[in-house]
Every structure is written in structure tokens, then in C-alpha cells.
């Protein structure tokens, strides 16, 4: 017998700590399942690969200085000699690191033309190598040849006439045609100036993890003709540390220069991500604050409510009740109240997720989100009221004879 | 069909022992009306606790119904006190959330009827109570002799053999207290055993036995209450 009926109707008759803890449940589960969805959306951005060898790449910065240094000569010199290392697969120069958090992005468009609108991308330049030193996997096309790279200037403002760019990147290009036959198309940088797409490969990471065009980047076959330039090493599985420290020994012993900046992916992952790994840490703490918080108010009105009623607990038990109808009874009585509150907090967690999509351009949560975390609250509320539910099962039926 | 015998009953706190009830002796047949008085603190309430299982006791046998209850365990005795017991309580004890209907409604609900027999029941025993009109009232919306009146509503809705109540014009002026009295009568004429607390000696001789207990047992048996008694 669930007395569902009568247990409303008295609960109607002591709205204002019912009403309260509904309302209570109502915010907590606005908060919490947004935190969740939260939580769970930064957890996969952090888990989402970049496309390269993370575990075995490094890069390291050279800076020229003095009257004798040569930047091609040096950068020619360095490349011949870090391919050469027993160990490493693969080295390019290159101007940008993905996931690092700084460097180029440009705009694409199909059309030619101020009026159009282009799709933003990261600029890598690489030569040849760029492929391999990524590890990135050429999927249609084909990779650029020694004789397409130029060097770039620092006054240049031009642009190669071939690209190859990721396939995420030729979806968004051209959304109706398969990736594959983008290959020979011709594609506008700077409104007006033609490319031609080379290639397409898998995946590269654009350097900000946080972009919407993450997943957008080209390779651009140039080397940058500069005095401070950077170098990207991709290891034998297992020798990265090792490598790191004869490639730093090896360029250092060229005294026209100062070498810095030697980076480990891993470590410049873990900083880029380091803002998502703090949210979900803060957002992890209020979850199980507002757990504990909203756990106390239903025991504390539960106790409240015991109390309250132990002449008419006592009652029940001299008019037949058993201990497990008492029990029920409170149980039942938080399930309604729980009932209320998560119908109330279903509505508030989607209109704060509405908010928060607007605000902080998420994505909206997934419908299931809403159940789930209903049916949490509601078990949250019948493990709290729990312990003082218990309690009134040991009020004595002889409270009905023993008290006025 | 109430048999005690040499019932003990002993409340324990840190300081002091509490002889409550000592070697009680009492048999109670189907459908007497039996008055219970006696000085304060003499045991009444206790053993009507007993009687009803309220509280267990510490020695002696109680047979209800011609079963030893002693062993039962927390759940039986609700289950029994549910099916064989109704309570009347000096203070009404209706619960004050809940309107008359649903009141009678409580212990119909711990026995499992249908929503339809509950509904036949509490009609019919509002009606017998003279409040049938009233079913959608809270009990704070009544006067005590009124509240009183849908308490015993309560007792009697579940059809028990037997009736337990405990000084139940405590609280009312004479002329409620004889109203009621007068239903008890009724109730008992259809059929049901009473037993009856009471310290006012009038009601007590309208019963169709008297007993007197002193100090925790049962001193005098009497079919008319003597004058001694009336002024102790
Ligand atoms: N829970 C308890 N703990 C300790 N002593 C108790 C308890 N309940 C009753 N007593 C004691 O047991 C004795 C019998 O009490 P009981 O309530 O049965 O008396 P009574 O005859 O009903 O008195 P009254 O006419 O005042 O209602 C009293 O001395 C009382 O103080
Ligand atoms: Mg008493």
C-alpha cells in the first residue's frame, strides 16, 4: 500500500520545508547535470588525438646571431644533420606546433573574392618531410617533392600554389563532395589567390585546442627563411629523452646561435589542456559539494519531520503500522518531494544549458542527460532520507498512550 | 477471550525499577464491557499497553484469543493489534494533517483493503459516529467531543473483536463524555468486547463490569462499583 494519496495531501498541509527542498533538488540538478555534460565534453576535447606522434616528437628553437650566420645554410645544415641521427625518423622545419597554443591561421574559400567568406585554418610550412616528421597519413593525392618547396622571406606576403589540408578541412570545403575527388581543385587564399589542393590527409590538429576549426590545417611547402627558427623531431619509439638531449648538444655546437625552447608534446598538451583539467577538477568539487549540501537539507528536514511527528508515528504503530510502513512512508514521502523537485529541475537544466550554450558556445547535452540525472536525484534523496526514516521506526507504539 | 495471567511488568531506568504492573491476573470473555479504575499510577494505562501490544511485558502469560501472544515478534503484534485491536486515546490522537476520511482511512491502509471496502468501511463507521457529513473536515475544525467521536470511528472501521480505550472522556465535559459513552454501549450491544479505562465512577457503573487495580494488580472484581472506590 503506498498511501500515496494521504502522504500528498498531509504534505500539502506543511508546504514551506517541502517546498524548499524541492526547489533544492531543483537547482542542485540544474547545476549538477550541466556540470556533468560540462565535465564530460572536456574530457573527450582532452582525449581527442592531434593527428601526430605525440609520445615520440619533440621541437627545439634556434636563434642566429652575428655578422657570420646564414639562415639557409644553417637550417640546410641542421636538417641534413637531425635527419642523419640514428633514431630519428623524421625532422622538418616548421613554423607552428600543433596543440602548443600559438601560431598561423589563414582563411580559405572556393570562390574567388572579398564578398565570399573563408573557412579558417592553421598554416603549418614544412617541406617534404612534413609528413613524416608529423607522422600524419596521406589519404588521396600526393605529398609535395623537393622541388616544391620555396623559401619564404620574412617581407613575403604570397602564397605556394599548392596545399595539401586534412580532411576535415576538404569536408568543410566542399561538403558534397567525397574528400578524395578535392584533390586537382582549386582553392582562394587572401580572397584572391589560387591554390591548388595537392593532397588530403587523416588528421592534424590546428594549435589551439579550443577553436572550433580545430580539426582544419594545411601544409604549406616553404621553409621560412629566418635567423630564429624552430625544428620538429619525430623519434624511434622510446629514444625521445634520449634524443632531446643530442639534438640540443649537437645544435649548440654551432656558436653563431642561441638553441632554447625544447618541448616534449606530451608537455605542451598538458599545458594547452591544462585550462579543460582545472574546469572539470572545479566542476567535479561542486558536484559532490552540491551533493553533500543537498544530501543534509533532505536528512535535516527528514530529522525535522520525525520529530515532529513522533506522537503521530506513534499512532500509526498502535493503529497496526509495522516499522517497514514507517519507513515506507518517509521514503515515499522524500520520493514525492523528489518528484517535484527533479520535474522542476528538469526544466531549469535545460534552460541553464540553454544559457550556457549561448555564453560559452558548448554544445547543447544530450537528451539522456535529463533522465539520468532525475532518477540520480531522486536515488540521492531516498539515501539520505534514509538514516532519519530508520530513526522513526524505533518511535514506540506506546507514544500514542505514553505522551499527551 | 483476553486471558492474563500473572502478567509482570517492569520499567528499568538508571536510578529506579518500576514494579508497573505485578502479578496481574485478569480474564476478560467476549462481549463484556468491562470499566477499569483505580488510583493514578496504579498500572491502568500499562496494562491496556499490554493488552493491546503496545508494550511487551517481563513474566506471566497473555492470551488473546486463545493464543499465547508473549513470542510474537514487532511485525506480528502490528499485524494483530491491526486486525483484532482498536484504540480510543484520552487525547483523540487523530493526526491533524489529514481530514476525518483519511484518518479513519490510516489503519484500513495498513491492513491492505481495497480502495473500495476502505471507502464502504470509513463511510459506515463515520455514519455510525454521526460525522458521515463531515468526511472532508480536519479534526482541528471539530470540537473534542466530535474528535473523540471519528477516533472511535477509527477503532471500529477495521470491525475489531475488541475495543481498548483509555480514559476517552478524559477531555470531555460530562455531558460529551455520556454522549459517547453511550455510543460505546451501542458498540458494545453489536458484538464487540470494551475495555475501558476511567476515572469517572458514574461511566464506570454503566459498564457491564467493573475492576479495580491497585499498586499493579487487579484487588477487587465487582459488578457494582462500591462507594470506596468511587471516592478513592
Ligand atoms: N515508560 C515508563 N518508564 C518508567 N516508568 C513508567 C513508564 N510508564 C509508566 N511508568 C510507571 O509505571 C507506573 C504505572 O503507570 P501507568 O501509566 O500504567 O499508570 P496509570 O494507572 O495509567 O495512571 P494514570 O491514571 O495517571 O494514567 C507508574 O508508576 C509510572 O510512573
Ligand atoms: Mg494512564
Redesign the pocket.
Known amino acids: 500500500m503506498l498511501e500515496l494519496g494521504p502522504i500528498f495531501r498531509a504534505l500539502l498541509r506543511n508546504k514551506v520545508g517541502a517546498v524548499l527542498i524541492a526547489i533544492q533538488v531543483a537547482f542542485t540538478m540544474a547545476i549538477i547535470v550541466n556540470s556533468v555534460s560540462i565535465i564530460y565534453e572536456r574530457s573527450q576535447e582532452t582525449k581527442r588525438p592531434s593527428g601526430i606522434d605525440e609520445e615520440n616528437s619533440f621541437f627545439i628553437n634556434s636563434s642566429g646571431f652575428g655578422t657570420n650566420f646564414g639562415a639557409k645554410a644553417t637550417i640546410n645544415k641542421d636538417l641534413e644533420d637531425l635527419r642523419a641521427l640514428p633514431g630519428v625518423i623524421d625532422a622538418v622545419q616548421i613554423n607552428a606546433i600543433p596543440v602548443s597554443g600559438g601560431g598561423w591561421s589563414m582563411g580559405l574559400q572556393t570562390e574567388p573574392g572579398a564578398e565570399h567568406d573563408g573557412i579558417g585554418l592553421a598554416v603549418y610550412m614544412v617541406d617534404e618531410h612534413g609528413l613524416g616528421a608529423l607522422d600524419v597519413e596521406l589519404l588521396a593525392g600526393e605529398n609535395f617533392t623537393a622541388s616544391d618547396i620555396r623559401w619564404r622571406g620574412n617581407a613575403e606576403s604570397s602564397w605556394p600554389d599548392k596545399i595539401i589540408i586534412t580532411q576535415a578541412m576538404a569536408n568543410r570545403l566542399f561538403p558534397d563532395v567525397d574528400y578524395a575527388q578535392t584533390v586537382g581543385k582549386t582553392v582562394y587564399i587572401n580572397d584572391n589567390e589560387p591554390m591548388i589542393i595537392s593532397g588530403i590527409i587523416d588528421k592534424l590538429q590546428a594549435p589551439w585546442v579550443g577553436w572550433n576549426n580545430v580539426e582544419n590545417a594545411m601544409l604549406s611547402p616553404e621553409y621560412l627563411e629566418r635567423d630564429a627558427v624552430r625544428y620538429f623531431i619525430r623519434t624511434e619509439p622510446g629514444r625521445r629523452d634520449e634524443l632531446m638531449k643530442t639534438v640540443e648538444e649537437m645544435l649548440a655546437q654551432n656558436k653563431e646561435r642561441v638553441i632554447d625552447g625544447m618541448r616534449s608534446i606530451e608537455y605542451v598538451r598538458e599545458r594547452s589542456y591544462r585550462s579543460h583539467t582545472a574546469m572539470i577538477k572545479i566542476l567535479t568539487t561542486v558536484i559532490i559539494t552540491l551533493t553533500i549540501v543537498t544530501s543534509l537539507g533532505i536528512v535535516g528536514l527528514a530529522s525535522f519531520s520525525v520529530n515532529r511527528r513522533k506522537k503521530q508515528i506513534g499512532i500509526r504503530r498502535a493503529l497496526g503500522a509495522t516499522k517497514r510502513d514507517v519507513l515506507r512512508y518517509f521514503m515515499v514521502e522524500n520520493f514525492l518531494i523528489s518528484t517535484v523537485g527533479v520535474v522542476l529541475g528538469a526544466c531549469l537544466t535545460i534552460g541553464l544549458n540553454i544559457v550556457l550554450v549561448n555564453a560559452l558556445s558548448l554544445t547543447p547535452m544530450d537528451w539522456y542527460y535529463i533522465p539520468i540525472g532525475m532518477l540520480v536525484l531522486c536515488l540521492i534523496g531516498q539515501i539520505a532520507v534514509f538514516g532519519p526514516a530508520k530513526r522513526a521506526t524505533n518511535i514506540a507504539p ?1 507514544t500514542a498512550t ?1 505522551t499527551v | 477471550m483476553l486471558t492474563m495471567t500473572n502478567v509482570k511488568k517492569v ?1 528499568r ?1 538508571d536510578l529506579v525499577e ?1 514494579h ?1 504492573l505485578r502479578d496481574f491476573n485478569l480474564q476478560v470473555d467476549e462481549g463484556e464491557f468491562v470499566a477499569v479504575t ?10 491496556l499497553n499490554i493488552a493491546g501490544m503496545l508494550e511487551t511485558f517481563n513474566g506471566g502469560t497473555y492470551q488473546l484469543d486463545g493464543k499465547d501472544v508473549s513470542h510474537l515478534n514487532d511485525n506480528q503484534r502490528s499485524r494483530l493489534r491491526n486486525e483484532k485491536i482498536g484504540f480510543i486515546f484520552q487525547s483523540y490522537n487523530l493526526i491533524p494533517d489529514l481530514n476525518l476520511f483519511d484518518n479513519v482511512d490510516v489503519p484500513l491502509r495498513y491492513r491492505g483493503f481495497d480502495a473500495k471496502t476502505r471507502k464502504q468501511r470509513i463511510e459506515e463507521s463515520l455514519e455510525i459516529v454521526g460525522l458521515a457529513n463531515r468526511m472532508k473536515h480536519l479534526p482541528a475544525q471539530l470540537s473534542g467531543g466530535q474528535q473523540q467521536r471519528v477516533a472511535i470511528a477509527r477503532a471500529l472501521a477495521g470491525k475489531p473483536r475488541f475495543l481498548l480505550a483509555d ?1 476517552p472522556t478524559g477531555n470531555l465535559d460530562s455531558e460529551m463524555a455520556q454522549s459517547v459513552m453511550e455510543l460505546l454501549k451501542n458498540i458494545n450491544k453489536s458484538g464487540t468486547t470494551i475495555v475501558m ?1 476511567t ?1 469517572d465512577p458514574l461511566l464506570a457503573k454503566q459498564a457491564t463490569r467493573n475492576i479495580f ?1 491497585k499498586d ?1 494488580q487487579v484487588s477487587e472484581i465487582e459488578d457494582v462499583i462500591p462507594m470506596h472506590v468511587a471516592n478513592a
Open positions: 506506546a505514553r | 520499567f531506568t518500576t508497573a483505580g488510583p493514578s499510577g496504579s498500572g491502568k494505562t500499562t496494562f480514559e479505562v476515572h487495580v499493579g
